[in-house]
């Protein structure tokens, strides 16, 4: 083969490798995206035993405040969890582990806690594998993969979005 058709295949093969590689990367986003969703219902579920929801706990200072008038001291600071609320946090609840076949009846605070943590986990994985996913469009749109498809210069500039706090 002429040395022009090596590096065409050569550049095809590369491009197929990062074909693949962003479709791995969409699959681990659907997978995340349910351990999400299960989470999520867990924590509602709790939250409902718990007859809580995440605004409706006051704040340490709201129950400082309504327990000043009383003529015995009492701590300055009284801990509420957003979750848990005036249910009893050591309530055992039974849970099953993230990613295994194992249940087990812990603390009401602690099931809520490994949950949240774990929510905390999987939303930041989501969001790497999200800006993952558009640095590899934006590299395969600018290969010319997709040129018949979509305009590179509209691609770009979809791809180099970023969102903004308000």
């Known amino acids: 083969m002429d040395e022009d058709m090596k590096q065409y295949q050569q550049r095809l093969t590369e491009l197929e490798t990062e074909a693949e590689r962003l479709l791995l990367a969409r699959h681990q986003m659907v997978e995340i995206d349910k351990a999400r969703n299960g989470n999520r219902e867990a924590l509602t579920a709790l939250r409902k035993r ?21 003529p015995e001291s009492r701590p300055l600071v009284k801990e509420v969890c957003s979750s848990c609320g005036n249910h009893d946090s050591n309530e055992k609840t039974w849970m099953m582990f993230p990613g295994t076949d194992v249940f087990a009846r812990i603390p009401f605070h602690a099931a809520h806690t490994i949950l949240e943590t774990d929510q905390d986990c999987l939303d930041f994985e989501t969001k790497k594998l999200q800006s993952y996913v558009k640095e590899k469009s934006l590299l395969i749109s600018e290969t010319g993969a997709l040129a018949d498809t979509i305009n590179p210069a509209i691609f770009k500039s979809l791809a180099t979005l970023t969102d903004k706090r308000k």
Do not use: C, D, L, V
């Open 50 to 70: 718990a007859r809580t929801t995440k605004t409706s706990i006051p704040s340490p200072f709201e129950t400082i405040m309504r327990e000043i008038g009383g």
